[in-house]
């Protein structure tokens, strides 16, 4: 029996997910969450085999849902079915330990698919992913040539870069950009990991050394 936990915060996804994933035989929805911290609390009490996830979740992202179930249920490999297609979040997930990444514009049998790879101890990405990661992989720099730092965000991670780095709050950028000030949040943070900046000062040097609050 294999036993699978969905977090997604749209009840028609996973109600759509469910009702493809139990006519696998074999395999069994023990549990559906709405949010990161009910998706965790799912894991750590049922310990299943397979996690998918949204990227974008409330109260803590998928990614960090991911970095928690690595550290207290291991034995669980974790597939995310998400919208966001950039290679930075695809690259994240899996440095952090995802074993799939599913596009939500894909069907189910292509997720089932993922699962199928995921459970035979592979990983497996959308085709599209798959092809871009490749193809990037074959045109990386050596490694004395200098990455430029907006290669290392997303275009939303970019433009909260901009408007923390002007002295606007998550409620503030999150008006501007029509996000949740919790969405907001959760770029600012990733954001200063990927540059490795510690905080609201190294964030503003950052941005005025390179001229981005001129622009």
Known sequence: MTTIVLVDDHPIVRGGLRAALAAEPDWHVVGEGDDGIEGLTLVNQLHPDILVVDLQLPTI???????????????????????????????EALAAGAVGYVLKDADAVELIHGIRVALQGGRYL??????????????????????????????????????????????????????????????????????????????????????????
């Open 61 to 91: 992202s998928g990614l960090d849902v991911l970095r928690q179930v690595r550290v207290s249920t291991p034995t669980t490999r974790v597939i995310f079915f998400s919208m966001h297609s950039e290679d930075a979040y695809v690259r």
């Open 126 to 215: 959308s085709p599209t992913l798959a092809e871009r990661m490749i193809s990037a992989y074959l045109h990386q720099p050596s490694p004395d040539q200098h990455i430029d730092w907006a290669e290392m965000l997303t275009a939303r991670e970019r433009q909260v870069l901009i408007l923390a780095a002007q002295g606007l709050s998550n409620v503030e950028i999150g008006d501007r950009l029509t996000i949740s000030p919790r969405t907001a949040e959760t770029h600012r943070t990733n954001l200063l990991r990927k540059l490795g900046l510690k905080g609201q000062t190294d964030l503003m040097h950052f941005a005025h050394e390179r001229g981005l609050l001129e622009e």
